[in-house]
């Protein structure tokens, strides 16, 4: 164990109870291989049965005895992160919109999906607040404007959190499945408006964009291009039928390590500084003993070194409780750190391309709720209907149909209710939320733009 190295693992662990396949023989493999391992910090998602995070828990508490299992929403978050140091608090985001609570198959709106995170205390560092984080799945990145619009709802949200954290003066590791590409909006945005960088992309410069006509092996796309779903050489998605994208890097990036420096004064030149040395994909390789993949994404890891200036003073931006602060190693200092993280803003093209899909979706779900409101009108019709004309039917072996009918029509009218008022003015209103703030903040930065041109000569 080493305080200036810092060891990192994420893994989407598909444990749907009673729908992922082999789920338990999954959990335990991967419940081995974290216990053989030496990671520092692990962010798990879909995670969500309480038995397998136990499971998993015992196997890891040797060098991570600290743990927390979030919930959220009907069925809970998924998401669990363990941890080598003491968490010092732990916090769960459920985003704003996850999709509709009629879309049964997807689920997204009954796990509740949200941002969790732990703050830990660092000997070094001092306090590390690390994100886990599982966004909307459906839309893909190819699809129409308005099926998009979810997945960046949860992108700008996130985005703020992590901000907020490193202006509190922590260092900020953000991992997990942001089921987007690197190049899509949702990633730009996390990556602008957060200020966190890509431990993969630090880790692997220069690394030159397939050609359609010659796709990198499926071998290649892992160790060059950090392909973690959808991979030829995953048992769960071999053969699966792929988007454009995906057959050009012969499967996606999906899962990722963000990082970022805090930002906030009192900081000085003798700041630790947070590097990554080393990404690699991870579990790519079959169960032993079997035929099948660890999961339906392959893990990530991420090393870090921790370098501390090695003559005077060792400055902690956010010293952890009981931390020195006055001592000979740890003074603050008055003057500024030239290796701050600089503050980054999203570029108001993208902010643009944003409100288009989300007012896209706007649109959408208001005429998606005035159909659903039809529908109850329409059954509420046909109930009177069937209630009247029961009269006129006295024949006792129709009664058991129209019972039938009538619980049908009655059940549907219920949903429809709920869906398209309650639901549907949910969604409105909170895309209205988030509409009127990246106006007001495109707004901001235009004006930002405009001043410092006016000053220039």
Known sequence: MSDTRLRLLTLNCWGLKYVSKHRKERVAAIADVLAASDYDVITLQELWVFADFEYVRAAVSKRLPYAKFFYSGALGAGLVIFSRFPILAATIHPYSLNGSPIDVVAGDWFVGKAAASILFAHPVLGQVQVYNTHLFAKGGDEGAEYQKAHRLVNAWEFAKLARQSAELGRYVIAAGDFNSVPTSLPMSIIRDHAGLTDAWVVTHPNTPDPSPSSPPSPQDAIRTHGVTADSPLNSYSAGKPLEP???KFQGKRLDYVFFRQPSC????????????????VVLTERVPGSAFSFSDHFGLEATFAIDVPQ????????????QPTHDPSYVLASVSNPQLALAKDVSPEAITQTLLSLT?????????????????AVCIALL???IVGSAWFPRAWINPIFMVVTIALAWLATTMLYIGFVYGNWEVNALTNIIEELELYRSALEEQRRSRGSRSP
């Open 245 to 247: 994208l995906a057959r």
């Open 265 to 280: 004064p009192p900081a000085s030149a003798h700041t630790p500084i947070l590097r990554p040395i080393d990404t690699r």
């Open 311 to 322: 003559s005077g003073d060792v400055h902690i931006p956010a010293p952890a409780p009981g």
């Open 360 to 376: 896209a979706r706007y649109r959408y779900a208001q005429a998606q709720g005035r159909t659903q409101l039809t529908i109850f």
């Open 384 to 386: 009177l209907a069937v």
